[in-house]
């Protein structure tokens, strides 16, 4: 079940972000192999606070990121993004002048299409602009507990629609993804998922991916989205994190939900991200 939060450990710091969610850690250096020890506090602290912010980090090799998202699972592909030449596990974020969009503008769980989403993502940024350029998250435990007895019987028997075609079908193209080489994965997710390592419940719809409630008619599908919609997305359940250069974060995709905020332009952005491949949501 879900550890207290503390700052306890003895091979890492972890000091705690806001209240409800996220920890800043400190302490390690990801451009180096990891010690057995020293993996199990992060992951001991990855569960218990959903977002942790690697600082005072340097510039990760490509093969160190995706050696160190390996120690928490199997990685997982992007249907539809572009790759880091030669890193077909990378995923390169990029924004600049010239992009006509920029990635993750909606509140999201990370690729919530695909049959098994990714359990966690890990970003570092390389290129950050001279201010903005945050990535805000949203606490999901908490948006499940605050519904009511109620709501919660009802969306416990409910579930979703995720679709992907009206998000990646043409958004690669400035960065040389036809859409012939692309996958716009669908998939039936519950409403409600549960933990697989904590046990807790959170809520599993996001405003990107999300597009039906099965056994609704149309309009109380639409009806009832809106509202956990807006319900997820409430002030209290976020936090907004501004980016040092090098800073990685890694979320966890099954609990939180997260939004990146593209107030820059002209300015540049641009960091490597890598997946570790989730379950099915149960
Ligand atoms: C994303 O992975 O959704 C983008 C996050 C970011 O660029 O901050």
Redesign the pocket.
Known sequence: MVAPKTNEYNLIEAKPFAPNLGAEIYGVDLSQAVSDAQFAEIRDAFLTYQVLFFRDQKEIPPEQHVAFGKRFGPLHAHPAAPTMMGHPEI?E?HATKDSKI???EFW?S?VSCDETPPLG?M?Q?HIAPPCG???MFSDMYAAYDDLSEPIKAMLGQLSALHSSEHIYKGRYSDRGKKDTEIDCPEAVHPIVRTHPDTGRKSLFVNRTFTTKILGLSDSESEAILNLLFEHAEHINYQIRFR?NLNDM?FWDNRCCM???IWDYWPAE?K?R?VTVKGEKPA
């Open positions: 995923f974020i920029a990635n993750g999201h990370d993502t970003l940024i350029g945050d990535t980016w974060a997260h939004r990146a952005r960091g991200r």
